[in-house]
C-alpha cells in the first residue's frame, strides 16, 4: 500500500509553514514506490556517479560501492527505474534536479529525455568550482553537471535566481539610487538585486576545514541546495531527495521553511542525517 503524502504536504497559500518532514533508511526504489503520485514539488539527487570506485568516509571504512560489474548497461538499469519514479512522485508543477559528472551525464541526459519527454528539458546546470590538483594530459575537470526537468514545462515553479554585479560600462545611480545607464533611446534601468542567473554557477567546493563538513564522501556545499530550492520551490512545498547522503538537501529545505521526505541505504548516512535535523528514520522494510 501507498503512503499517502498526509503531514508531508502543507499547501505553499497557508501562513505558518511547518518544516518538517519523514527521513527513511532502505532502498530508494522501494521507499519511493510506496508513495503516492505527486508526493513531492521538487526532487534533487546526487546518485552514484559511476566512477568505478567505492566511496568512503573521512571517518569510517563505510560509505557507497560506485562500481558496476557490468558496466554502463548496469549503471543505466539502475537509475532508469529510480527516475521514472521519481517522474511520478512530481506533482503538476514539480521539477528534478540531477547531480552528475562527465563519466555518466551524457548517458543520462538521453535517458531523462525518455522518460520526461524533450520538451520538459529546461537546464544543463554547470557547477564549476576550485579544487587542488591538474592534469598534464588535460585541463583540470573542475565542474560538475545538474539536468533539469519539469514535469509539466510551463506549469513548474521557477523564480528568478539573482547573484553578482552587472559588466556593463558606464552605470550610474539616479537621485534614489537606482542602477541606470543612458543610451540614445534613454535611460536604461538595471535590476537592483544584480543580473539574473545563468546556467553556470560559481559556487565554492566544501574545504577540508569548513564548518559544515560531516566526513561523508561527496557532501555538497548547502549553497548549491539553496538556490536548487528557491529557484524551484516555495514555502511548505515538499522538497525530496532519494540518495540523500549526509542530508544537506534535507537540512536547507527546513531552514527555507520547506517540508521534505529523504531516504538513503547507507547506516552512516541516515545516522548523519538524523543528528542534523534531530530526527528518527523509518526503516523501509
Known amino acids: 500500500m501507498q503512503k499517502s503524502p498526509g503531514e508531508l504536504r502543507t499547501k505553499a497559500e497557508q501562513s505558518e509553514c511547518s518544516a518538517g518532514g519523514e527521513l527513511f533508511r532502505g532502498d530508494c526504489l522501494d521507499v519511493m514506490r510506496g508513495l ?8 534533487y539527487v546526487d546518485p552514484p556517479f559511476w566512477s568505478g570506485r567505492r566511496r568512503v568516509s573521512a571517518k569510517s571504512e563505510s560509505g557507497y560501492d560506485d562500481r558496476w560489474p557490468a558496466d554502463i548497461e548496469e549503471y543505466l538499469a539502475f537509475l532508469e527505474v529510480r527516475l521514472r519514479e521519481m517522474h511520478r512522485l512530481l506533482s503538476t508543477r514539480g521539477s528534478l534536479y540531477v547531480h552528475l559528472d562527465w563519466r555518466a551525464v551524457h548517458y543520462v541526459k538521453v535517458m531523462l529525455d525518455g522518460v520526461f519527454g524533450r520538451d520538459n528539458f529546461l537546464n544543463e546546470i554547470i557547477w564549476s568550482y576550485r579544487t587542488g590538483g591538474r592534469s598534464k594530459q588535460w585541463f583540470a575537470r573542475k565542474h560538475d553537471t545538474i539536468l533539469l526537468y519539469a514535469r509539466n514545462r510551463g506549469s513548474h515553479t521557477f523564480h528568478v535566481q539573482r547573484d553578482g554585479a552587472f559588466r556593463t560600462d558606464g552605470l550610474k ?9 543612458t543610451t540614445t533611446k534613454g535611460r536604461i534601468y538595471f535590476h537592483a538585486d544584480g543580473p539574473a542567473m545563468t546556467d553556470v554557477w560559481e559556487v565554492p567546493f566544501l574545504s577540508t576545514v569548513s564548518l559544515e563538513r560531516t566526513g561523508y564522501p561527496t557532501q555538497k556545499p548547502m549553497a548549491l541546495l539553496q538556490r536548487v530550492i528557491a529557484a524551484s520551490s516555495d514555502k511548505g512545498d515538499v522538497v525530496g531527495d532519494f540518495f540523500c547522503g549526509s542530508g544537506t538537501t534535507l537540512t536547507v529545505a527546513a531552514d527555507m521553511r520547506r517540508r521534505w521526505v529523504g531516504c538513503d541505504a547507507g547506516e552512516e548516512a541516515v545516522a548523519i542525517c538524523q543528528r542534523r535535523l534531530g530526527v528518527e528514520a523509518v526503516v523501509w522494510r
Open 173 to 181: 545611480h539616479d537621485d534614489e539610487g537606482r542602477l541606470y545607464k
Open 36 to 43: 503516492q503520485d505527486g508526493a513531492c514539488d521538487l526532487i
